[in-house]
């Protein structure tokens, strides 16, 4: 009886460990490309305020944390840093013009963390 209960005991420690490791309680993503867990590793990583995570289906993402309403700033300054000027917000979509273009960034709160964006791929030209 002892031995099932220390082989139940080991089993169900594993089975911590690797859940907690895979990061399932997180919510799912908007993209295919990248798990959770890399998502994360990238913006822990990194000292960089704002990281490109993926390039998924004409659309280039990013993730931010979440720190005292940074997050809008880090994506305003990214943008405004490849001369995009920033005209409004409405909802969660961003308003950017580069002369006679303009340029919607979404975003999306992943957790209470992190902020998920999403650019047209062709932004930076």
């Known amino acids: 009886m002892k031995k099932w209960l220390i082989i139940i005991g080991v089993l169900i420690v594993i089975l911590g460990i690797v859940a907690v490791d895979s990061k399932f309680y997180y919510p799912t993503l908007p993209i295919e490309s990248v798990s959770k867990k890399e998502v994360l590793e990238?913006?822990?990583?990194?000292?960089?305020?704002?990281?490109?995570i993926a390039e998924e289906n004409g659309y280039e993402w990013y993730i931010t944390p979440e720190k005292q309403g940074k997050a809008h700033e880090n994506l305003k300054n990214m943008i405004n840093s490849n001369g995009w000027q920033f005209q409004q917000q409405e909802?969660?979509?961003?308003?950017?013009?580069?002369?006679?273009?303009?340029?919607?960034?979404?975003?999306?709160?992943?957790?209470?963390?992190?902020?998920?964006?999403?650019?047209?791929?062709d932004w930076k030209e």
């Open 42 to 52: 990238s913006l822990n990583d990194t000292s960089q305020d704002i990281v490109k």
């Open 91 to 121: 909802g969660s979509g961003y308003f950017f013009e580069k002369g006679d273009n303009t340029l919607i960034a979404t975003t999306q709160m992943w957790t209470g963390n992190y902020v998920i964006v999403k650019i047209p791929k």
